[in-house]
């Protein structure tokens, strides 16, 4: 079977349990090192499916990679290779495929909720028993708009688009606002990195969604098991489509 590509940005954002999951499933994948100057392959069509980490950075930066991966991105789309996305790689998506990414009224930083917005399709992605809030992990400041064809169908109080889907038949691509891949070493790590962030939002009286780092790590191993288990259900889904 072709590898799945794995686009990583910055070296604290790695696959975290993406990675895992494609193990223990046995789907060989393979680590595009863009932050250690690994170049943007041309052809998508070598991949199985294609998918996009997060990353502090936005996708309206004049970046050397961006502009390659949105056009990876469209011919993967092009040549029926499904394509998923973690924070700033579901805004990529977005962003390839023709729909606007906007700096945010507020940031998300830690552990926010989510409410199904389409039932149906959250049922499809997630399961039957989906409940109707769901804990999940972020860190972003900007969001994107939908492209032509997506459905949503997860959303938060702050924040419209939380999880998307475009269907193509045999395959789809999956958009995400928020972290499902993140460890528990990921979430330490990240609320000791980001803790000046957190204090400036938090002191700028921008804190509606911004939590502290204590409560960032507050029963860390539990939270992040459960994002996983839900991981899982849309890894599981989405490589249906893999193509070769």
């Known amino acids: 079977m072709k590898p799945i590509a794995i686009f990583q940005h910055e070296a604290d954002t790695p696959p975290g349990y993406f990675a895992t999951w494609l193990a223990q499933e046995g789907l060989p994948y393979t680590v595009v090192r863009l932050d250690a100057g690994d170049p943007v392959p041309q052809r998508a069509a070598v991949f199985a499916g294609l998918c996009f980490m997060g990353g502090a950075m936005s996708v309206n930066d004049q970046l050397a990679f961006i502009e390659p991966e949105c056009a990876l991105i469209r011919a993967a789309d092009a040549a029926g290779v499904p394509v998923i ?95 499902c891949e993140m460890t528990p070493e990921l979430v330490r790590d990240w609320s000791r990195s980001g803790a000046e962030e957190i204090a400036l939002e938090r002191q700028a009286g921008r804190a509606a969604g911004v939590q502290a780092p204590a409560e960032i790590c507050r029963n860390v191993e539990q939270r992040a098991a459960q994002l996983n288990r839900w991981a899982a259900r849309l890894y599981a889904r989405w490589v249906r489509g893999l193509k070769g």
């Open 85 to 179: 996305g973690h924070c700033l790689g579901g805004q990529l998506i977005a962003k390839a495929l023709g729909a606007p990414v906007v700096r945010h009224t507020l940031k998300e930083i830690g552990w926010q909720p989510l409410y199904p917005s389409d039932p149906a399709l959250a049922q499809e992605w997630l399961g039957p028993e989906v409940p109707e809030r769901l804990e999940t992990f972020q860190w972003h400041g900007d969001t994107f708009a939908l492209p032509p064809g997506a459905r949503n169908f997860l959303s938060s109080p702050l924040c419209a688009n939380q999880a998307y889907v475009i269907d193509r038949g045999t395959y789809a691509h999956l958009g995400m606002q928020f972290h």
